[in-house]
């Protein structure tokens, strides 16, 4: 029988898996309804994941830097104050970044742990009128806290699979949109949205050193 691993030292991991997007959206200053509106998307994603762990006893610590790219766009479509016409508002995702901190506990050849950190999405949000006279202003990209859960399992000395769930929780982000023509033009409709994101993940972790 092949020895228990040791979780000490470097690794390097290949994450596939889903994505899950919960978003409300509001219209802040202007614009009826106010919402929220909710807001609902699903994709794949691909990551490369890189970590050091230190193993004490039956606990291990460590810290992971993982970094992909989600294919997920959520969709919805709102009234407008013009009944003729409506807005629609959507949320792009699409390179992510993640840097958390591990905590687990090691039994033999499986390691259980959860994680906590910081999150980035290079996407945006936004939200458009088909009425002319109105220029869309979309928000930056996201940002937020991550914390999840997952197991891992030895399948050899060097080679571990994985599966995890983590969620971004992401702030909320604004944008606009500028009135050109319509009285008072110049005024900002102000809107903003929060976001969650689901992401299920499985993974082939190569132990390094």
Avoid at 115 to 135: E, H, M, S
Avoid at 166 to 194: C, H, M
Wanted: hydrophobic share 35%; no cysteine.
């Amino acid at each position: 029988a092949q020895d228990a691993p040791r979780w000490t030292g470097t690794y390097a991991g290949l994450l596939l898996g889903h994505g899950a997007l919960s978003a409300q959206h509001y219209q802040t200053n202007g614009g009826r309804p106010y919402g929220p509106f909710e807001v609902d998307g699903a994709g794949v994603l691909g990551g490369l994941a890189l970590g050091y762990n230190v193993q004490t006893g039956s606990l291990v610590f460590g810290v992971e830097a993982e970094g992909g790219y989600i294919d997920l766009i959520g969709k919805g479509r709102i009234p407008s104050s013009a009944p003729e016409h409506h807005q629609k508002i959507d949320i792009d995702a699409g390179y992510y970044g993640l840097l958390s901190g591990r905590l687990g506990f090691a039994v033999e050849r499986t390691l259980v742990y959860g994680k906590v950190g910081y999150a980035y999405l290079d996407g945006d949000a936004g939200q458009k009128t088909t009425k002319p006279g109105f220029v869309t202003h979309r928000s930056g990209s996201l940002h937020g806290i991550a914390y999840g859960a997952g197991f891992e399992h030895a399948v050899s000395n060097s080679i571990n699979l994985r599966f995890e769930w983590v969620r971004f929780d992401l702030d909320a982000v604004s944008g606009n949109q500028e009135s050109i023509t319509d009285d008072p033009v110049g005024f900002l409709y102000a809107n903003k949205t929060d976001a969650e994101i689901d992401t299920f993940k499985f993974g082939v972790v190569l132990k390094l050193n």
